[in-house]
């Protein structure tokens, strides 16, 4: 059985009953979301045998919104390993500043966040389902 696009009330009419999004669409921001649990390919035996582009993702997620998503892990796990290595750069080149007895600084806020939000972006991208219930 094949799938044809199914698009919410709330958007606009298909130009043709024979459309089908290409890879990498998106609808525009101002149709809104579809509505809670909407399936956006629905199967239909009018399309059986009919190559279709089906994206990826769970029903009614957007590719748009799964990339965007991704791009949020991805500089989480960024932002936090540049916060994370210079709290620790911070620390050893105060410790070695210091000299025997001196004092010296360690960046431990910077550490900690930034291991955090470093283990965080790894989450997220290893968990992507998680991620888009979570929003």
């Known amino acids: 059985m094949g799938y044809r696009f199914n ?3 709330n958007w606009p009419p298909l130009p043709s009953a024979d459309w089908t999004p290409a890879p990498g669409w998106a609808p525009h ?3 809104g979301p579809a509505p809670a649990g909407w399936n956006l390919w629905v199967e239909d035996p009018a399309y059986d045998g009919v190559p279709t582009f089906v994206p990826p993702a769970a029903a009614g997620v957007s590719p748009a919104l799964v990339a965007r998503l991704r791009g949020v892990a991805i500089r989480n796990a960024v932002v936090g390993a540049v916060v994370m290595l ?7 080149w105060s410790y070695a500043a210091a000299g025997p007895g001196g004092h ?3 960046a431990w806020g910077a550490v900690v966040f930034g291991g955090w939000r470093f283990l965080r972006g790894l989450y997220q991208l290893s968990n992507p389902h998680r991620m888009l219930a979570n929003g």
């Not at 210079?86 to 050893?92: D, R």
């Open 29 to 31: 921001p101002s149709w």
């Open 104 to 106: 010296f600084v360690v």
């Open 7 to 9: 698009p919410p009330p």
């Open 86 to 92: 210079i709290g620790l750069t911070v620390s050893v």
